[in-house]
């Protein structure tokens, strides 16, 4: 809410456009900047509830598209039949669990952690956060995948883009309009998974 009550622009048009959240604009961003989406695509939305970044995605990949929305909460919009939802705990779900989903063209976290207030604490925690969505994309994400992740601006950026990096052909940095100007919130784009080796079970 901006200072006096008013919604802020992304707010609002979100409510009169039906969607969950502001959050929505962000991936719209995103998406037309690196085109990432089209019909028939299989997509791994995690951090989904309350549903903003499924509900957009459901009008770009269509019926014969799959996105499976994961998240410790359901939910808060009806979505349309080719769309999986999951409550799970990603930090604590077997990576083969997600393997099992798979594959996805196109992996995507709009995971935050509780945030505590301690800045920095807090930028560690989303790091984690990115790097388990990483993880889950060796078991899960297609050679070849791309890859949206939040993460919050802190000491750790260069190393989490740098593994990053190790992973896909091109990484991209990128602050949607969207984002509240105070947020620390960035946005890592990865394009060209580099298919990882894994460990035989």
């Known amino acids: 809410m901006k200072p006096g009550g008013k919604p802020d622009p992304y707010t609002a048009r979100a409510h009169k456009e039906g969607f969950a959240a502001r959050s929505v604009y962000k991936l719209e961003e995103i998406d037309r900047r690196c085109k990432l989406l089209r019909p028939g695509l299989h997509v791994l939305d995690l951090g989904a509830a309350p549903g903003s970044w499924t509900q957009w995605m459901c009008s770009r990949v269509g019926p014969k598209g799959r996105i499976v929305a994961v998240d410790l909460t359901p939910l808060g919009v009806t979505v349309p039949a080719f769309v999986q939802a999951v409550e799970l705990d990603v930090l604590q779900a077997p990576l ?8 996805f063209d196109l992996l995507v976290s709009d995971m935050a952690p509780h945030t505590t207030g301690v800045r920095d604490a ?11 969505a990483m993880a889950i994309a060796a078991h899960a994400l297609k050679p070849g995948g791309n890859f ?22 091109s ?25 990882p080796v894994l460990p035989a079970p």
Do not use: N, T, Y
């Open 171 to 195: 990484v991209k940095v990128m602050k949607p309009e969207a984002s509240r100007k105070e947020s620390v919130e960035i946005f890592l784009v990865g394009l060209g998974h580099r298919a």
């Open 96 to 103: 083969e669990s997600f393997g099992a989903l798979g594959p």
């Open 148 to 169: 949206v992740a939040k993460i919050f601006q802190g000491s750790d950026f260069e190393d989490v883009r740098k593994r990053l990096r190790e992973r896909f052909e």
């Open 122 to 132: 807090d930028a560690a925690l989303s790091a984690e956060l990115v790097d388990r």
